[in-house]
């Protein structure tokens, strides 16, 4: 049975939290009876993005509420 985890794969300071938070990917990692087959990254996801969501403004791609922010791209 493959296995899936999420995985911190960038951090960033927000200023819209005024912390740090990190860029998360679900990745699938393959049954043990087949290792030759590479993980896959089926999602992806703020460590604060339901929290953003749900705070009553606008913030950015990761929380739904803003298309045209993505605080990972302004490094
Ligand atoms: S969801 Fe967006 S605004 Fe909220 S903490 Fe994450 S990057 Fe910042």
Redesign the pocket.
């Known amino acids: 049975m493959a296995t899936r985890l999420w995985q911190p794969i960038n951090i960033c300071y927000?200023h819209?939290?005024d912390r740090l938070?990190a860029l998360e990917a679900e990745m699938i990692y393959p049954a043990e009876w087949l290792p030759d087959q590479a993980p896959r990254i089926a999602a992806h996801r703020?460590s604060?993005?339901l929290d953003?969501n749900l705070d009553g403004r606008a913030?950015?791609i990761?929380?739904g509420t803003n298309p045209n922010l993505d605080?990972f791209q302004q490094l």
Do not use: I
């Open positions: 927000c819209h939290v938070v703020c604060h993005g953003c913030s950015c990761w929380a605080p």
